[in-house]
């Protein structure tokens, strides 16, 4: 069934970043509503909504999960029969997709404006969004470099690599700690996002604060490229975004860890970068100041306070 399939797919990481796991779930959604044979509007309701929180239960840190499945879901906020109810289903799902898909046209269009002839730039793990503003930035002629990292634990930067080798740019794949080393060749950084939080904080893969970090200390612009629906709601309330910390055989073998009684492997798989180390978020709507992500989720995704309590 796509529904395990799908949520094994996102837990396993073989569907990853934060885009294609929001269309991957909500592409199950709507097929398992299509495969649900009731017409009882409670259990089509029940069995739905078992469904949505067995995929947003599968990595807890990529908010454009949790938005995507209740877009979607708000097909059952009223529905007159489980037939009306399914086809609202199935369109919204179709709906986010396309919309998810022409968002990172449209970003890749905007940040490839934010790219200069000549530019050197550097990237952080595997963004469809941040890749695309690059890949439309080569397209349009400007002659780029890209210095890549490697990511560890789990190695994006290798699928980061293969698409920039493909697309015939000139491509730097370093490891992660020598981001400080080459971080004076580089005129502009971008990276994607799996979270944005209300204060203009980013969350995106462990790494991304202390390439903005080392960016600040040489004024060195750090642009973001994420959908709206990377915006966090809940942290209007102050709520805090969920870190992920993946298993620790994910950096030291389990056999290698157990001669080791007295260390702790700790495998964080995002962190946060404040608002004061990126100069612009790329969204669909356009570029803003990370001080104005506010105003993305108020005015762009409609959600007060009210609705949130
Ligand atoms: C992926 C990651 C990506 C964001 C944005 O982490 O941190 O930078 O998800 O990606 P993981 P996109 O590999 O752990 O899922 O722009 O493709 O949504």
Request: charged content about 25%; some cysteine; aromatic content about 6%.
């Amino acid at each position: 069934m796509l529904l395990s399939e799908t949520a094994a797919s996102i837990k396993n990481m073989e569907i990853r970043g934060a885009g294609r796991i929001a269309r991957a779930a909500v592409e199950a959604l709507a097929d398992y509503a299509g495969s649900l044979d009731t017409s009882d509007p409670d259990t089509f309701r029940m069995e739905m909504r078992k469904a949505a929180d067995i995929l947003t239960g599968t990595r807890p840190t990529a908010v454009s999960l949790p938005n995507a499945v209740r877009y979607v879901m708000r097909a059952l906020d009223s529905f007159e029969s489980v037939e009306a109810a399914r086809d609202e289903v199935l369109r919204r799902a179709a709906e986010f997709v396309d919309h998810s898909e022409h968002a990172i046209e449209q970003i890749a269009a905007i940040g490839a404006r934010h790219i200069s002839d000549g530019d050197v730039l550097m990237t952080h793990c595997n963004s469809e969004a941040a890749l695309g503003c690059i890949l439309e930035a080569h397209r349009q002629g400007k002659d780029i470099e890209v210095y890549a990292t490697e990511v560890r634990p789990r190695g994006q930067g290798l699928i980061t690599i293969r698409t920039l080798n493909d697309a015939g740019i000139r491509t730097n794949y370093i490891v992660d700690s020598a981001v400080r080393y080459f971080i004076n060749d580089v005129d502009l950084v971008i990276v994607g996002a799996d979270a944005i939080a209300v204060n203009g904080a980013v969350v995106n893969k462990i790494g991304t604060a202390q390439i903005a970090h080392s960016a600040n200390e040489t004024r060195t612009n750090v642009i973001v490229a994420a959908e709206t629906y990377k915006f966090a709601p809940r942290t209007i309330l102050g709520e805090l975004i969920e870190i992920e910390e993946r298993d620790p055989s994910e950096v030291l073998p389990r056999e290698e860890a157990e001669k080791l009684p007295f260390v702790r492997v700790r495998n964080p798989t995002f962190d946060v970068t404040p608002a004061e180390y990126i100069d612009l978020i790329v969204t669909e709507q356009g570029a803003i100041p990370p001080e104005l992500a506010y105003t993305v989720i108020k005015d762009y995704l409609g959600w007060k306070i009210e609705d949130l309590r």
